[in-house]
């Protein structure tokens, strides 16, 4: 049951903003969007979540679109050690957090 | 705080053999959860424990079982281990309610021969 949609990898030049497609056009009205990313094989490190307003933090800007279809994660200044994984999921009312296979950001020097 | 500790790092069993995750978190969370990642894939939630005493089904349960022995604590066992188990074992764990972040482990690297 695949609750969102990523491009499998994606490529950004350091310095410039790196900005994650994702597609979840099943979405209920209750369900938020989690933005999440893997560093080499370490656990999933959290980047920001929403429902339905733009969200900012210290890491990352979040756009969601007004029908709630699909979102964007912007990191605006991207570095080397943003180099990972990012997955965008799709968290259930209850409990069940689905992982995709996520978008393989690479930061090119 | 150590966050969310896992052990053993890396193990390796012969098929049949059986053997317990060990999983522990020293941020007071209610919450804990079982993924598992294989190569190349996302992760997938095995069982979860929203608190303290109970257990549930995530999406991939079959062949294996769970203990919340304490709020600290969660464990996840593999009874018969068969190859199909080899993969990368997480856990984490969160604030029950709202819609709290997970905080993840370092993960446990399972192999079965």
């Known amino acids: 049951d695949a609750k969102t949609t990523q491009p499998p990898s994606m490529d950004c030049a350091e310095g410039r903003a790196a900005n994650l497609p994702c597609n979840h056009s099943t979405i209920s009205g209750n369900e938020y969007v989690y933005w999440y990313r893997q560093i080499h094989s370490q656990g999933p490190q959290y980047i920001i979540h929403g429902l339905k307003n733009n969200e900012t933090n210290e890491m990352a800007s979040l756009i969601i679109t007004e029908d709630r279809k699909s979102s964007t994660l912007i990191l605006p200044h991207a570095t080397l050690r943003d180099t990972a994984v990012y997955y965008c999921?799709?968290?259930?009312?209850?409990?069940?957090?689905?992982f995709g296979t996520g978008t393989s950001l690479t930061v090119i020097p | 705080n150590a966050g969310v500790t896992q052990t053993p790092k890396f193990q390796v069993l012969k098929t049949g053999q059986s053997m317990t995750l060990q999983c522990a978190q020293d941020?007071?969370?209610?919450?804990m959860y079982w993924y598992r990642q294989d190569p190349g894939m996302g992760l997938r939630l095995i069982y979860y424990?929203?608190?303290?005493?109970?257990?549930d089904k995530g999406e991939v349960p079959n062949g294996y079982n769970v203990s919340r022995l304490n709020k600290r604590e969660f464990s996840l066992r593999l009874e018969s281990a068969a190859p199909s188990q080899t993969s990368v074992y997480f856990c984490?764990?969160?604030?029950?309610?709202?819609?709290?972040?997970?905080?993840f482990g370092p993960g446990t690297r399972l192999t079965v021969l």
């Open positions: 941020m007071n969370h209610n919450s």
């Open positions: 424990s929203a608190s303290e005493g109970t257990t």
């Open positions: 984490a764990s969160k604030w029950t309610g709202g819609y709290n972040e997970q905080f």
């Open positions: 999921i799709v968290r259930y009312t209850g409990n069940q957090f689905y």
